[in-house]
């Protein structure tokens, strides 16, 4: 799962997301750009909703990534 963060989002909204991630058991990925913030979810993300990450503030986009098989 990707998670693509607003131009405009502040660092407490990415450490907000970030750290419900990790206390559900993920590992992320952070990757920082000139204009936006990419955070990468790693595991099984089938458990997570969509609807309820995208929700969060400063979330532009959720991105899931089929798996394989």
């Known amino acids: 799962m990707l998670i693509v963060?607003?131009?405009e989002a502040?660092?407490?909204a990415?450490?907000?997301i970030k750290a419900y991630l990790i206390d559900?058991?993920?590992d992320?990925?952070?990757?920082?750009?000139a204009n936006r913030v990419i955070i990468g979810v790693i595991g099984d993300t089938?458990?997570?909703a969509q609807t309820e990450i995208e929700a969060f503030a400063g979330v532009l986009?959720?991105?899931r990534i089929?798996?394989?098989g």
């Open 5 to 7: 963060m607003r131009k």
């Open 14 to 16: 990415q450490d907000t």
């Open 61 to 63: 986009q959720v991105v």
């Open 46 to 48: 089938e458990s997570l």
């Open 28 to 33: 992320i990925h952070q990757s920082t750009g």
């Open 10 to 12: 502040d660092v407490e």
């Open 24 to 26: 559900r058991g993920f």
């Open 66 to 68: 089929a798996k394989e």
